[in-house]
C-alpha cells in the first residue's frame, strides 16, 4: 500500500476512527473516576556536620556529611522508622503498608534526603511525611550515638516540613484520557487498515487492474438522476456524457487491426447496471455518427424495451425461429436516426438454446459491417446465456458496480468465459463514487463543463426523446439484407 491508499483507508472508516477514539477517551476517564483518589505530600531533611571554625573544616564536614548519607538512605526505608512512624501517628498499620507508601530519595551531590508519602486525604499524606521525617532523625540519631543519648558530629534535621497537597496526585486525569484517546486512536487505525484487507469489493480501476489481467475500458460516475428515474428519463449530466464517450473511445481503439464490431455486454450478478450501459453506450456510439444496434438478448427477464418505453410485442425470438424479418423489428430510437433496438420478443422456454444456434450468429453478424452491434444479456454467473453468446461474437465487457462487485464474484464471472473460449474484452466499472474515498481520481472534472451562460438551463426531469414509429423501410443502404436464413432446429426447440 502506498501513503495514498493509507490515506483512503482512513477516509473511508474515519468515523469508525473517531467512534474508537472517544470510546477510548471515555473509558480511561470512567476508569478514573473508579479509582480511589490518592495525596502525595512532601518534606525533605538535611545532614549536618555543626559548626565549622575555618574552610578546612566546614570541606572536612561537607564531604564526610555527603558520604554518610548514602547510609541514611537505607535507614530512611527500613522498617524501624515504619514502626516509629506508625506509633507517632496512633495507627494500627504494619510497617511494610507504610514503607510502600514512603519514597526517599537523596538529590545528586546533596547531603539531602527527599521524602514523599501518599495518602487517601491531604492531611493523612502530611502527617506521615512529618512522622517519617521523625522517625528518620530518631533512627539516625541511635545510630550515631549508640542508643546512649550522647553528642554526635552527624546529625540529621528538617530542612523542608510537609506541604499539605492542594490536588490528588493519582490517578491523573488528564495523562489517562490522552493515553486512552492514543490508544483509542490506534485501535482504530488498526481496525480500518483491517477492514480495508479484508475488503473484496472492487472500487477503483486500479482495483481491477491490480486482481485482473484486464483492462478497464471505461468507469462511469454513480448518477441519482438515473438511479431514480431510470436510463431513458434521466438526463445525462456533463460527467457522465463524458465518461460514455471516453468508454466509446476505448472500444473502438482495443483492437486497431480488428476492432470488435459484434460487443456483447454483460455483468457478474443482476443489478450491476448492463442495461443502462448498454443504453448510454449505443447513444453515445449513434451520436458519433455510427450506426448502431442495440439487442435484448436477455431472454429471461428483457427490460431494455420496457425502459425505453417500445412496443415488446415482437423482437429477437421471432426473428430466431424465422416468423418475422429483422427489419421488421428494429425500432429507430433517439434524435439521431443512427440508433436502432431490437426487443426480446416472446420468452422462450429455452434461452440458452436459442442464443447458441446458428440463426443467432448469422443474424449477428448479417448488419452491415459499418454498424457496432451490442447485445445486452443475462448476467454471467446465474445462467450461462452470456457466456454461450460471447463464445460466438468479438468479445464481451463486463460490468461491475463499485462498491458493490467482488473480486471473487468478478473473477468467477470471467472464469465462465474462459470455459467456453469467449474474449473477455475489458471491464467497465459503473456507478463510480463523485465523493468521498474512493471516488475517481478525476472526480474533479466531473465539475467542468462548457455551458453558455445565455442558454436555458435543463431540468433533470425534462422529457427525453420518444421513440419513433417502427420504419417500413431503414435508411441505411444494405439493411434490408439482414434476414437470416431459417434455423430449423431453433424453430422446433422453440415450438417445443
Known amino acids: ?70 547510609s541514611y538512605l537505607d535507614i530512611a ?103 486512552g484517546l492514543l490508544v483509542g486512536l490506534a485501535a482504530g487505525i488498526g481496525y480500518a487498515l483491517i477492514r480495508a484487507t479484508i475488503d473484496r469489493r472492487l472500487r477503483s480501476a486500479e482495483d481491477i487492474e491490480r486482481e485482473f489481467d484486464l483492462p478497464v475500458v471505461g468507469t462511469l460516475p454513480f448518477d441519482d438522476n438515473v438511479a431514480r428515474l431510470g436510463p431513458v428519463r434521466a438526463t445525462s449530466d456533463f460527467a457522465m456524457k463524458e465518461a460514455v464517450r471516453a468508454l466509446r473511445t476505448n472500444l473502438m481503439f482495443l483492437d486497431v487491426d480488428h476492432p470488435p464490431r459484434v460487443i456483447v455486454v454483460t455483468s457478474s450478478l443482476p443489478g450491476d447496471g448492463k442495461s443502462t450501459v448498454s443504453y448510454k453506450l449505443a447513444e453515445a456510439i449513434a451520436e458519433s455518427g455510427t450506426n448502431v444496434v442495440l439487442i435484448d438478448a436477455d431472454l429471461r427477464r428483457p427490460m431494455l424495451a420496457k425502459n425505453l418505453g417500445l412496443p415488446d410485442g415482437a423482437g429477437l425470438t421471432d426473428v430466431l425461429v424465422g416468423r418475422v424479418k429483422a427489419e421488421d423489428v428494429l425500432q429507430p430510437y433517439g434524435p439521431t436516426d443512427n440508433l436502432y433496438v431490437m426487443a426480446a420478443g416472446v420468452i422462450p422456454p429455452n434461452p440458452s438454446e436459442l442464443l447458441g444456434s446458428g440463426a443467432m450468429r448469422t443474424l449477428l453478424y448479417s448488419f452491415p459491417e459499418d454498424a457496432i452491434v451490442l447485445v445486452d444479456t443475462p448476467p454471467l454467473i446465474p445462467v450461462t446465456d452470456a457466456a454461450i453468446l460471447t463464445a460466438r461474437t468479438d468479445g464481451a465487457v463486463v460490468v461491475a458496480r463499485a462498491g458493490r462487485t467482488t473480486i471473487d464474484v468478478l473473477d468467477k464471472a470471467l472464469q465462465a468465459l474462459d470455459k467456453v473460449n469467449g474474449r473477455a474484452l475489458g471491464v467497465i466499472l459503473d456507478a463510480v463514487p463523485r465523493k468521498g474515498a474512493h471516488k475517481d481520481k478525476y472526480a474533479y472534472a466531473y465539475n467542468y463543463e462548457y455551458s453558455d451562460p445565455k442558454a436555458p438551463r435543463r431540468d433533470s426531469t425534462a422529457s427525453t426523446p420518444q421513440a419513433q414509429e417502427p420504419r417500413t423501410s431503414l435508411p441505411t443502404q444494405g439493411w434490408d439484407s439482414i434476414v437470416p436464413p431459417q434455423d430449423a432446429g431453433a424453430k ?3 415450438k417445443s
Not at 22 to 33: E, Q, Y
Not at 39 to 57: C, K, R, V
Open 1 to 70: 500500500m502506498e501513503l495514498q491508499d493509507y490515506i483512503r483507508v482512513v477516509r473511508a472508516h474515519w468515523m469508525a476512527i473517531l467512534l474508537c477514539t472517544v470510546l477510548g477517551g471515555a473509558l480511561a476517564f470512567g476508569w478514573t473516576l473508579m479509582q480511589p483518589r490518592v495525596y502525595t505530600s512532601t518534606g525533605s531533611a538535611i545532614i549536618t556536620t555543626g559548626s565549622s571554625e575555618s574552610l578546612g573544616d566546614a570541606l572536612v564536614g561537607d564531604n564526610y556529611a555527603k558520604s554518610r548519607v548514602k
Open 492 to 494: 422446433k426447440r422453440t
Open 77 to 179: 526505608k527500613s522498617r524501624q522508622v515504619g514502626e516509629y512512624a506508625a506509633a507517632q501517628l496512633g495507627i494500627d498499620a504494619s510497617p511494610d503498608s507504610l514503607v510502600a507508601r514512603v519514597a526517599v530519595s537523596n538529590p545528586l551531590d546533596t547531603a539531602v534526603l527527599r521524602v514523599s508519602a501518599t495518602g487517601p486525604s491531604p492531611e493523612d499524606a502530611r502527617a506521615l511525611t512529618e512522622a517519617w521525617i521523625a522517625g528518620m532523625t530518631q533512627a539516625v540519631a541511635n545510630i550515631e550515638t549508640g542508643g546512649e543519648g550522647g553528642t554526635t558530629v552527624v546529625e540529621l534535621r528538617t530542612l523542608d516540613s510537609a506541604g499539605l497537597p492542594g490536588a490528588p496526585s493519582s490517578p491523573n486525569t488528564r495523562m489517562s484520557v490522552a493515553l
